[in-house]
């Protein structure tokens, strides 16, 4: 379908919008930065359909070198403006990140599942449903927690954001090249193992900033 991506997205964004202008202040910081990250996975999306087609690599070999690029400095650019212009809490930071994390993965596999919905077996679908939201929370925890740490050190704002942004890269490519490879398993454990252990430092973090 034509328009499969923009009817997806406004059947997602629209809703957002109303609890947005319902909430108070605290759900709305984390109900824009989920939506942000919608708009990033469809901006993504349309960016990467078009250095694809400009290009003469195959679609594995695009999936595991250009688009997690693509994707990671597109979805960390709306954290870094927030942390430079609003100078947030570290508490603000991270949930921030996560939303635009979660955001990207809803539309991701929402467009997937709706592209491929006659091909697609029940075990594929709930692997990537974990697997693919997983690792887009996991790389914005990256820069949630780096970020949150980097920014108040003048001297290390640069390195550190460029180590950030590698090291999202390099994790995120890694697991599309095991989706590329057919390890479904293998893809799936790889964001599980880090996840667990993730949100539990968050949930520790949350409590000592409290």
Do not use: W
């Not at 997602?12 to 910081?29: D, G």
């Not at 990467?48 to 990671?72: C, H, L, Q, R, W």
């Not at 467009?111 to 919905?117: E, H, Q």
């Amino acid at each position: 379908m034509e328009y499969l991506n923009l009817f997806l997205y406004l059947s997602i964004i629209v809703p957002l919008s109303i609890v947005l202008i319902a909430s108070k202040k605290k759900t709305r910081t984390i109900v824009s930065f989920l939506m942000i990250g919608l708009t990033v996975a469809v901006v993504c999306g349309e960016l990467n359909s078009i250095i694809f087609k400009s290009m003469s690599y195959s679609i594995d070999v695009y999936s595991t070198t250009f688009a997690p690029m693509v994707e990671e400095l597109l979805k960390m650019l709306p954290i870094f403006l927030y942390v430079f212009i609003f100078k947030p809490s570290r508490q603000d930071i991270i949930e921030g990140s996560i939303a635009v994390g979660v955001g990207f993965a809803i539309f991701e596999n929402a467009f997937i599942f709706a592209s491929n919905a006659g091909q697609m077996e029940i075990l594929t679908a709930i692997l990537r449903a974990f697997g693919a939201g997983m690792i887009h929370v996991i790389t914005m925890l990256i820069v949630g927690f780096g970020i949150s740490f980097v920014y108040e050190r003048k001297n290390i704002v640069l390195p550190g954001s460029i180590g950030l942004i590698a090291c999202a890269i390099i994790y995120h490519s890694i697991y599309n090249y095991l989706v590329c490879c057919n390890h479904k398993v293998l893809a799936f454990l790889m964001p599980t193992l880090i996840f667990i252990p993730a949100m539990i430092l968050f949930k520790k973090i949350s409590k000592d900033i409290e």
